[in-house]
């Protein structure tokens, strides 16, 4: 195509604007707008020229499918006459359980778009390369958003009682983009993640998101160990710590602590921030008395962190025997492991992936280690054996000693 065949076939000036049926379209039309218009870089005209209906596909005239996105779009339209201040408490359950599910739905039809989309590529004669470019400009996703959504349709081709589950409504949206993101890591053997897969269905159908997602993430690293150590390695090499002067005064103090010094850093911190806390309580109530609120704190909690972070560095270098800071012995933080998953990484061996439920690996608050990291503390640390019951009820606790 020449430039002058070019101009004659596209609108130029402000008629970009509102041209609608320019004779050209898809990349045809972009290069003819770029060779006519000369465009700053990065700029995008007005209108296209796509459009998801291949003209020389015939049209099923009956609109099945229009008459039904209508009929849905009527009967999503009719949740808006609820007002749901009026509602009573259980009338108002119901419908949040209602339009949870509806949304569930909704969701799941999208994603079987998606990925018939991504299967055929019907539009790329309209210029969409990739599924991705064609949900991000027609539906207008955002690239992470678009990303998910073909993620969680491929996860749902592979393991199709997912895709029945969330076709139902009984499976939540982020639980299927978790599950899509876990499906997608190529060194998980998919014979063993069709095989677990329901166990997993499970947990995401009955437990909250937060539960789901920490036992999602155990059976990942169960099932990828080298991509569990290899994240595990590189949270390690990025540990930093900056102190940085700015321009117009003060100072920013960032960084990043791997878990197992953020667990400990965190233990330390925040009995000097108790500390201080204590300190504005205590003015608080010899000012006040028994009126004294949290409101009549001198200080602020921002104010409270910067001012325990100053005292952490001067007891650090402090001689001062009567400085209120922490003794070595009064810091302690516990790391619960179970005993098989121990004596798994202590000799090398692989763990069982359906043991996911079972694996104990995390602080005491619940933060998740790494096993060879809660190994590597035991070793150099002290232990003691703990046995708790079915109900999480500690039943035997044993001394605590050094691990020769």
């Not at 006519?36 to 459009?51: D, H, K, T």
Request: charged share 25%; hydrophobic share 40%; with cysteine.
């Amino acid at each position: 195509m020449d430039q002058s065949s070019a101009a004659a076939t596209i609108p130029s000036g402000n008629d970009w604007a509102s041209d609608a049926s320019a004779p050209l379209a898809g990349i045809e039309y972009i290069e003819a707008w770029r060779a006519a218009v000369r465009p700053f870089p990065g700029s995008v005209p007005p209108f296209a020229g796509f459009s998801p209906i291949d003209t020389n596909e015939p049209v099923d005239d009956s609109d099945t499918i229009g008459d039904v996105v209508a009929s849905a779009v009527a009967a999503i339209d009719a949740l808006g006459s609820i007002d749901p201040l009026a509602a009573e408490p259980q009338a108002l359950a119901k419908l949040v359980e209602g339009v949870k599910q509806l949304r569930r739905m909704v969701d799941a039809a999208c994603t079987d778009v998606a990925h018939v989309i991504d299967v055929r590529n019907p539009f790329r004669k309209q210029g969409y390369l990739n599924t991705r470019t064609f949900l991000k400009q027609r539906a207008q996703l955002s690239g992470p958003e678009a990303y998910r959504r073909i993620q969680t349709a491929r996860m749902r081709d592979q393991l199709p009682e997912w895709g029945a589950a969330a076709r139902r409504g009984v499976v939540g949206v982020a639980q299927s983009e978790a599950m899509g993101r876990v499906a997608a890591n190529q060194r998980i053997d998919p014979e063993v993640l069709t095989r677990d897969a329901g166990l997993l269905l499970d947990d995401a159908m009955d437990l909250p998101f937060v539960e789901f997602e920490r036992n999602l993430r155990v059976w990942e690293a169960l099932a990828d160990p080298d991509g569990d150590d290899a994240r595990n390695e590189r949270s390690e090499a990025r540990r930093d710590i900056n102190l940085r002067s700015r321009p117009d005064g003060g100072w920013n103090l960032t960084g990043y602590l791997p878990e197992l010094l953020g667990v400990e850093f965190a233990e330390i911190f925040g009995w000097f921030l108790d500390a201080e806390w204590r300190n504005d309580w205590a003015d608080a109530r010899q000012r006040l008395g028994d009126n004294a609120s949290q409101s009549d704190l001198a200080r602020t909690e921002a104010q409270r962190r910067a001012d325990a972070m100053m005292a952490m560095a001067r007891a650090s270098v402090s001689r001062d025997p009567d400085l209120a800071r922490p003794s070595a012995s009064s810091i302690c933080v516990d790391v619960l492991l179970d005993h098989e998953t121990m004596q798994a990484h202590a000799s090398g061996e692989t763990p069982d992936p359906r043991r996911f439920r079972n694996v104990v690996s995390r602080t005491q608050s619940g933060r998740r280690l790494h096993p060879d990291d809660a190994v590597n503390a035991a070793l150099v640390n002290h232990i003691r054996r703990v046995v708790y019951d079915s109900s999480g009820t500690v039943i035997d606790l044993g001394r605590r000693s050094r691990l020769f």
